[in-house]
């Protein structure tokens, strides 16, 4: 083993069970983002402060608008909420996460291979020690037939990897193969994929 692969060994330990904390909000989807935004209100600050003050909220941009009209039509009341919680502007409400380098491993088994017929997917997240502090297991369920979610994510953050009812399962994995750039942000498309109903 060379010196570069220990290094990565040792910054990938993994983390002690019960590490990660949890985050369980329950209620309509503008009232839930109020929950959010209050117990994010610091991480949301620091990421306000990095924002244009008089720029536009993400989610009224176009192509967006009308993408999140026709899937997701609850996520800017979830946003809307984020703001109200943490006492922020709407237009100060970030969708970006925080940069990853490289990848993780993920899998996906076939109906067919499944005792259930169900296809089966999941992910590891493979990342150092200190950003795994950052996370938190999000538990978002709304009473108002908005889609639903358990999944691992950074404090601030709707878009994680996890279980959405929306019914779609995505992925970031290190043998990809292209980058995330293109007309469409990863987070935003990858935020309205988990959240649009099947």
């Known amino acids: ?4 692969e220990s290094a990565r060994l040792a910054r990938g ?12 909000v329950e209620g309509t989807t503008r009232d839930a983002g109020r929950q959010l935004g209050a117990a994010w209100r610091e991480t949301l600050e620091l990421s306000a402060s990095q924002l244009q003050n008089g720029s536009k909220p993400w989610w009224k941009h176009r192509p967006y608008a009308k993408l999140i009209d026709r899937y997701a039509p609850h996520l800017p009341d979830l946003y809307l909420g ?26 996906a088994i076939t109906p067919g291979a499944t ?17 795994a502090m950052q996370f938190v297991v999000l538990r978002l369920k709304l009473t ?24 779609c399962a995505v992925f970031r994995n290190s043998l990809y193969t292209g980058d995330t ?8 498309w990858g935020l309205l994929a988990l959240h649009c109903p099947i």
């Open 181 to 188: 750039g293109g007309t469409m942000p990863y987070e935003v």
């Open 144 to 167: 108002d037939g908005a889609a639903s979610a358990l999944t691992l994510t950074y404090q601030g953050q709707l878009f994680g990897y996890g279980f959405v009812s929306g019914g």
């Open 13 to 24: 330990r993994p983390m002690p069970p019960g590490f990660v904390p949890e985050l369980s």
């Open 115 to 131: 005792l259930d017929g169900r296809p089966l997917s999941g992910q590891t997240k493979d990342v150092s020690s200190s950003r």
């Open 1 to 4: 083993m060379t010196t570069s």
């Open 82 to 107: 984020l703001a109200k919680g943490a006492n922020l502007k709407e237009n100060l409400i970030s969708i970006r996460a925080p940069v990853e380098v490289g990848g993780c491993t993920s899998f």
